[in-house]
């Protein structure tokens, strides 16, 4: 996802991890020239990889809402103890260094998935799409305002500007 500054934000599931570091969980970094070089590889801790009884992953939904001056990102993945399904979304509001909010938005299978966000001054201004797997294919829309109403995860605060919107 690309940042409001230009930089790029990389999430990505992980197929090993470095010996003691759990392999259930995304790698992240970041990019100052368009993808070329990556640097601070990391683990993030919070978001998990698929269902948590596997260390293969799931390929996961990731963008960055067009609003201007702002780094919120929205993160999709299955969020279970085993199999692939509760497909969640969370969001960050400081491109990725958190993740403080997440979502339920499937409750029975949920398999690969991939989000887009609505363009500006369109009908789709505002809203979040969601397709996903899920004995066949589905979509979901909603907005930030949906997100917001959902479970904080200890990860990081909501900002002071949201209650300011």
């Given at each position: 996802?690309?940042?409001?500054?230009?930089?790029?934000?990389?999430?990505?599931?992980?197929?090993?991890?470095p010996?003691?570091?759990?392999?259930?969980r995304?790698?992240?970094?970041?990019?100052?020239?368009?993808?070329?070089?990556?640097?601070?590889?990391?683990?993030?801790?919070?978001?998990?990889?698929?269902?948590?009884?596997?260390?293969?992953?799931?390929?996961?939904?990731?963008?960055?809402?067009?609003?201007?001056?702002?780094?919120?990102?929205?993160?999709?993945?299955?969020?279970?103890?085993?199999?692939?399904?509760?497909?969640?979304?969370?969001?960050?509001?400081?491109?990725?260094?958190?993740?403080?909010?997440?979502?339920?938005?499937?409750?029975?299978?949920?398999?690969?998935s991939?989000?887009?966000?609505?363009?500006?001054?369109?009908?789709?201004?505002?809203?979040?799409?969601?397709?996903f797997?899920?004995?066949?294919?589905?979509?979901?829309?909603?907005?930030?305002?949906?997100?917001?109403?959902?479970?904080?995860?200890?990860?990081?605060?909501?900002p002071?500007?949201?209650?300011?919107?």
């Open positions: 996802a690309e940042l409001s500054d230009g930089r790029l934000y990389y999430n990505s599931r992980r197929h090993w991890a010996e003691g570091e759990n392999p259930r995304r790698w992240t970094a970041l990019s100052k020239d368009g993808g070329k070089t990556w640097k601070d590889l990391s683990i993030c801790e919070i978001l998990p990889d698929g269902p948590q009884n596997t260390n293969y992953g799931c390929m996961a939904g990731l963008v960055r809402l067009p609003i201007r001056g702002r780094d919120i990102l929205i993160y999709s993945n299955c969020d279970s103890p085993e199999g692939r399904r509760l497909g969640t979304v969370w969001a960050s509001f400081d491109g990725g260094k958190t993740w403080p909010l997440k979502r339920l938005v499937q409750k029975g299978s949920f398999a690969y991939s989000l887009a966000a609505g363009r500006p001054k369109t009908k789709s201004q505002g809203w979040i799409y969601l397709h797997e899920s004995d066949g294919s589905k979509v979901a829309r909603f907005n930030l305002s949906w997100l917001l109403k959902g479970t904080k995860t200890g990860h990081g605060k909501l002071k500007w949201l209650s300011n919107s």
